[in-house]
RNA sequence: GCGGGGGUCGCCUAGCCUGGUAGGGCGUGGGAUUGCUAAUCCCAUGUCCGUAAGGACCCGUGGGUUCGAAUCCCACUCCCCGCGCCA
């Protein structure tokens, strides 16, 4: 949700922001409703201002046994309007809400303009490509033949995109969590495992709507829907509240199985786990000071590539056109590891600043002192590490000679081992 | 799942029976005063509209009854207690 600020005074901005993102939006109609939405709560507020005086005088007449019959047919009078005005307004209210929910957010001035992803801007590079003196396998070839996946059936089981881990990269897929939940410790993130169904108003704070039907699974008879990353359970967790600045930024490493329907990738990585309905995820998640959001973001960004530099991976980091650019997000870093077995970088961590696009829709506030003005303030998600795309990094990156995988330095102690 | 009790403006609480401007305490912020970090007193402390003056809304949510609902009625939801089931 955007600031109606800005759609009062300055509707270019929000007109340019859609040019930018390439994206059709009814944005006059918007501020129509807008405006006819802020009509009809003056002359309903004059109305029951009206109803209020008169029910007053009902009263006092009544305590002092006085007539108030031509009192009463006037309120019922008043009432009868104001009813009708009413209706009109909620459905103004709820047509204006149901609008602004889909308008995307603003986008950062930093951010490459173009339609799409090959506009996207290489930033930095890190690592040495490996080099191999043998022929390179796939993720698939090589969890094949050490066993350590079993799609067929999982295809039987779940369908396509789902996979049983088996053996050490089970260690392997936990080995990561721990040690992105113990590098994010170290950094005094509060880790926080979220519930992984939440209802439609939460996921609606968190997402646009067209995700609901892209990648969000809806649970049949119920209000709930499985999370797509924990960044949708830990944003709504503060929601309708109103934090002491002084607790701010509030940093979370959530953890969670993350669930996409991954729906329109038909023929996109197939085959392998690289693009899968269910892995799990540590997660950067951060309620910062407006002002602060910026720096946060960095930081956030700088952590990953710590992360990623201790892994011994190399990778590029890009950032995202305004084409390429999720709806809620006004910039996004993605961090693109090098995966030796399809020799291109593919991505594999989304870094981004929301500013004060969720907490509008999930109104989360923060003051400083108790009378203060309560403002929103900016929320920013990070991947650390999602399990299964990091898996296939390392086992493509990784591989040795005899068809074996080595294990990163960083990991070896939580795997107990040097080598799958 | 069944039975019982509950949800009031950050926290606690009054008001509900008997419908008529939601009151108090704590905490927090600001100020006054006192030669101490204490005490006392005053003001403020939910949301929306408005440049403002001001006004409207707010008693878990949504409906209903009524001129008028925190209060009466219905549905839902969440929490607590007991029973049942259960990793």
């Known amino acids: 949700m955007l600031d109606p600020k800005i759609l009062r005074e300055n509707p270019d901005k929000i007109r340019k922001m859609l040019n930018d993102r390439n994206v059709d939006f009814p ?3 918007l501020i129509k409703l807008d405006k006819s939405r802020r009509d009809l709560i003056i002359k309903t507020d004059e109305l029951r201002k009206k109803r209020n005086e008169i029910s007053i005088e009902i009263a006092k007449r009544k305590k002092a046994n006085q007539d108030t019959t031509s009192l009463i047919e006037q309120m019922q009078e008043t009432s009868q309007i104001l009813t009708d005005l009413e209706i009109e307004q909620t459905q103004t209210e709820s047509n204006y809400t149901k609008l602004a929910l889909t308008i ?7 951010v490459p303009i173009g339609k799409d992803d090959t506009v996207n801007r290489e930033i930095k590079k890190w690592g040495k490509i490996p080099q191999f003196d043998f022929k390179v396998k796939d993720h698939i070839n090589i969890s094949q033949s050490l066993d350590l996946v079993d799609l067929e059936r999982a295809a039987k089981v779940s369908g396509a995109r789902f996979y049983y ?3 050490d990269l089970v260690k392997l897929n936990q080995a990561l969590i721990q040690y992105a939940l113990d590098f994010l410790s170290d950094k005094n993130y509060t880790p ?3 519930p992984y169904l939440i209802n439609h ?3 609606e704070g968190a997402i646009i709507a067209q995700d609901f039907e892209d990648v969000i699974y809806k649970i049949e008879g119920d209000d709930l829907y499985l999370i797509g990353t924990s960044e949708h359970a830990v944003a709504s967790m503060h929601s309708d509240e109103i934090l002491e600045g002084k607790i701010l930024p509030l940093r979370y490493a959530g953890l969670s199985s993350c669930f996409r329907k991954e729906a329109g990738a038909h023929g996109r990585d197939q085959k392998g786990i690289f693009r899968v309905h269910q892995f799990e995820k540590v997660e950067q998640f951060i309620f910062s000071r407006p002002e602060e959001s910026r720096k946060e973001h960095e930081q956030m960004l700088s952590n990953v590539e710590e992360f990623y530099q201790k892994l011994e991976m190399p990778y590029r980091i890009m950032i995202l056109s305004s084409g390429d650019l999720g709806k809620i997000s006004a910039k ?4 693109e590891a090098w995966m030796a077995g399809q020799n291109s970088y593919r991505e594999i961590v989304s870094c981004s600043n929301c500013l004060d696009f ?9 003051r400083d002192r108790t009378n203060d003005q309560p403002q929103y303030l900016h929320t920013l998600n990070s991947t650390l590490v999602a399990t299964t795309r990091t898996i296939v990094a390392l086992m493509e990156n990784f591989q040795t000679k005899d068809g074996h995988i080595s294990i990163p330095k960083v990991l070896q102690k939580y795997l107990n081992k040097t080598i799958i």
């Open 27 to 29: 944005l006059d109609e």
């Open 332 to 335: 996004t870093y993605d961090l």
């Open 201 to 203: 108003s939460s996921m």
């Open 165 to 167: 881990l088996k053996n």
């Open 192 to 194: 926080v495992q979220t």
């Open 104 to 110: 995307p957010n603003l986008v950062d001035e930093s």
């Open 358 to 366: 969720q907490a509008r829709r999930l109104k989360i506030r923060f």
